[in-house]
């Protein structure tokens, strides 16, 4: 009685064997047509193909190690700074009205001292391409997986996501040392150093040592953020040789905190984009690169804002601003404790798939909400 159900089912798993069987068949015929005809060649052009194989296999080995091993990660890194009060600290000066400006000048302009920021700066440029590769523009990276981007895959692509957003938080503050934090006034000389810096860094970040467009060597991009956290390190010793200022102004800082907030606010616009929109849970292959860019950047701007609480520690005092600046310090670091294994941008109401894109997001906005309200009350 049961012996057609019995033969049905039979004849279904006989099909499905067979087709995995094909399928397994497709996917090996090149690699055994390959094989078929490598034994058949010279032992010169088997020793030349070996040699290929053995350092496609190396390269290979040495790309993908270097995705896996972080060095020298370490979230609460910024609590491993100790920033001292500087001894040589010049007096406060009363720093040059600029016509129309409506926040407040107290400050200081200071010099014989080094600045937390620009320290900091230096050494996550460090983190990202001495201490570790640069994985965007390693030449694998830039290949692809099989001709498609490596961001397209759910695989060894999250640490190069990471460097470009804590790259992302550099750029900023590169910038905003140049145009204000670097100089007196906004029609003073600019810093050398810091415009040396600032070029380097924005620099593109998949360059390779060769190019096609245009076609020719060429200096890869980790030589240039190198040349960026020299340039850095040498303003700093300027500074402490009393050569340099930094301007310590709260009009300077309320900009700089009114920039950061820009910048974060549109990583939180692309992640609402991606988890609106987007709601494939762990097999959405783009959530990753948000998650990890997001993250990165705010692994960047913990240890840049923990070093601007240093260098603005007198504006915050005098504005009542350090129990507001300690939340923000507390929020990036409470965002660093996300690490899911894997990314799951499900939706959410979810039950099943999680959703870290969202929770990211979520931290995102915590952090740029109470920037804003920093830049309020530095602007009253």
């Not at 032992?43 to 070996?50: E, N, Q, T």
């Not at 979230?75 to 001292?84: M, S, V």
């Not at 960047?300 to 300690?326: E, S, V």
């Amino acid at each position: 009685m049961l012996d057609p159900i019995v033969n049905f089912f039979t004849r279904i798993f006989q099909w499905i064997g067979r087709g995995i069987g094909f399928a397994v068949g497709v996917i090996l015929w090149p690699f055994m047509w390959a094989g078929r005809w490598y034994t058949q060649r010279g032992w010169i052009l088997k020793a030349v193909l070996g040699l290929a194989l053995l350092m496609l296999v190396g390269l290979y080995g040495y790309f993908i190690w270097n995705t896996q091993a972080w060095s020298n990660f370490n979230p609460a890194y910024a609590e491993a700074y100790n920033f001292t009060q500087p001894a040589g600290t010049a007096p406060a000066q009363p720093a040059p009205s600029v016509t129309g400006e409506a926040a407040g000048v107290e400050g200081e302009v200071k010099t014989c001292t080094n600045s937390a920021i620009v320290q900091v700066a230096a050494d996550l440029i460090d983190f990202n391409v001495n201490e570790n590769a640069w994985i965007s523009s390693m030449i694998l990276y830039k290949l692809g997986f099989f001709g498609m981007d490596w961001d397209r895959t759910p695989f060894l692509d999250n640490k190069a996501s990471f460097q470009r957003g804590v790259n992302q938080a550099i750029r900023r503050t590169a910038v905003e040392l140049v145009d204000t934090l670097g100089r007196v006034r906004g029609t003073s000389q600019i810093d050398q150093n810091l415009q040396d810096a600032r070029g380097a860094i924005t620099f593109d970040e998949e360059t390779w040592y060769f190019g096609l467009r245009p076609f020719g060597p060429k200096t890869p991009t980790p030589s240039f953020y190198r040349t960026a956290a020299s340039s850095l390190r040498a303003f700093n010793d300027r500074l402490m040789k009393c050569e340099v200022v930094f301007n310590a102004r709260a009009d300077n800082l309320m900009q700089f905190v009114d920039r950061i907030a820009s910048d974060i606010g549109s990583t939180s616009d692309m992640i609402r984009d991606r988890s609106q929109n987007f709601n494939s849970g762990w097999f959405d292959t783009r959530a990753d690169d948000r998650f990890w860019f997001a993250y990165g950047q705010l692994y960047g701007y913990y240890g840049i804002l923990t070093a601007a609480h240093h260098d603005f520690q007198q504006i915050l005092d005098n504005r009542g601003l350090t129990p507001l600046w300690n939340s923000v310090e507390g929020q990036l670091k409470a965002a660093l404790a996300i690490q899911p294994f894997i990314i799951s941008n499900g939706r959410e109401d979810g039950w099943i798939m999680p959703t870290h894109l969202t929770t990211m997001g979520f931290y995102v906005l915590r952090v740029r909400s109470n920037l804003v309200e920093i830049r309020s009350v530095l602007d009253r």
